[in-house]
């Protein structure tokens, strides 16, 4: 079975540094891996997915992630946060064989001036 | 932008009532979902849906469960007799094509059951 783990509920960071959000998976054939990010009141966004090809996948708002299949992570990373990044960040699997979203237990990010 | 609508936002209920909550995907998506997230918890699938027909449902969604696409823009998740740990946020989410395509995903419901 699939699953996904985020570590680390709360982070915070300063205003311009560097954020990275861990999440490492769990699938017994190759994943489609996603991070969505929920600002508050809001729907879940898609930020960037992998599905194949290229390991490095930027998104939107400067983030990117790198598909590591030795080390089954799939990292969210931004080099220099911005205010607006303060939300919630969901790392997310699909297996290709069905199209439910298997969810991590989600990341709140606190940027601070 | 086109996108996922839910209603209501915020829904109380009592124990034992029946809830429906309503979804309108984006127009030309063709496959459509529920998830919930429990306060506190991560989201988890609750059912895919496509072609008028559920195509797969977690263990969660029971009989109690049952979604529905009335007419040609509404998805609706309707709860027959709501329980306390029904209490939760209520996703809906759609996408043009199955498989690894975005799932577009609407505000949220929140149910409180009491």
């Known amino acids: 079975a699939q699953s996904v783990t985020q570590l680390g509920s709360h982070v915070s960071v300063s205003e311009g540094a560097l954020v990275l959000l861990r999440c490492n998976y769990s699938s017994s054939v190759p994943p489609y891996l996603f991070w969505y990010v929920q600002y508050p009141n809001q729907g879940l966004q898609l930020l960037l997915k992998y599905t194949t090809g290229a390991t490095l996948v930027k998104g939107i708002n400067g983030f990117e992630a790198e598909f590591k299949k030795s080390e089954t992570s799939f990292h969210l990373t931004k080099p220099s946060a911005h205010m607006s990044d303060a939300a919630e960040y969901f790392c997310a699997v699909s297996d290709g064989n069905t199209d439910k979203l298997i969810f991590g237990t989600g990341t709140r990010l606190q940027v601070f001036p | 932008e086109p996108e996922v609508t839910q209603t209501p936002s915020h829904q109380v209920t009592q124990m034992g009532q029946e809830v429906i909550l309503r979804c309108v995907p984006i127009s030309n998506h063709l496959y459509f979902y529920w998830y919930r997230q429990i306060l506190g918890q991560k989201v988890e699938f609750l059912v895919s849906f496509y072609n008028n027909e559920i195509s797969e449902k977690s263990e969660i969604f029971d009989d109690q469960f049952s979604v529905e696409r009335p007419d040609g823009s509404n998805f609706t998740l309707k709860i027959r007799s709501t329980k306390l740990e029904d209490s939760a946020m209520y996703f809906c989410?759609?996408?043009?094509?199955?498989?690894?395509?975005?799932?577009?995903f609407g505000p949220g419901t929140r149910l409180t059951v009491l």
């Open positions: 989410a759609s996408n043009e094509v199955s498989s690894y395509n975005e799932q577009f």
